[in-house]
């Protein structure tokens, strides 16, 4: 595949990290391994968040597509 855009984020104690697929082909496999206590979240095109559990995210990233997650630094 074309690889992927990676950019981290910060806005006052909240980080975010927004992973994009160049690929507007081919789906693009995404593992991404994280701290249990770091709280972490997905956060879908409207905004919401929604809390991940475990300490491993595993999906696979659509043509084209992003995937953003963030978590508060403490």
Do not use: C, H, Y
């Amino acid at each position: 595949g074309n690889g992927a855009v990676v950019s981290l984020l910060a806005q006052k104690d909240r980080r975010f990290l927004a992973v994009v697929n160049r690929d507007f082909l081919a789906t693009m496999p995404l593992t991404v391994t994280f701290d249990a206590n770091a709280k972490l979240a997905s956060v879908d095109k409207e905004g919401i968040l929604t809390p991940l559990p475990g300490k491993e995210l595993k999906l696979t990233v659509d043509k084209g597509d992003m995937m953003i997650l963030t978590w508060i630094v403490k």
